[in-house]
């Protein structure tokens, strides 16, 4: 699965927008107002595989730690609510899309 994609699907979330507010090797994507706004995935910029955090419930993020080697705790994020992903193929495209909407739903619920 390769960035392009990744970033496609996050940025088809309503209201989705992309920044670079921790400099250029990090995206951010946020939604809500534009003078703020809650981030809700991060992609580090050419890594290979695709590293790709997400908001996380903490069970769930434990659990998914626990099941795959390849999901992490939030690299430069809070480890209870942040799980980083390295996009290898072990989770599917279709997993990654639903931990996606789930960290978007976290952010634009609360």
């Known amino acids: 699965m390769d960035h392009k994609t990744v970033e496609e699907y996050i ?8 920044e670079y507010p921790f400099g250029e090797d990090v995206a951010v994507y946020k939604v809500g107002p534009p003078a703020g706004g809650k981030m809700f995935a991060l992609i580090r910029e050419n890594k290979e595989p695709v590293q790709l955090s997400l908001k996380c419930d903490p069970a769930l993020a434990e659990t998914l730690r626990q099941k795959y080697e390849t999901v992490l705790p939030g690299y430069h994020l809070s480890k209870k609510h942040w799980n980083t992903i390295l996009l290898t193929g072990q989770l599917s495209w279709e997993e990654v899309q639903d931990l996606i909407k789930h960290s978007y739903n976290l952010v634009t619920k609360s």
């Open 11 to 18: 940025l088809s979330m309503p209201g989705a927008r992309l």
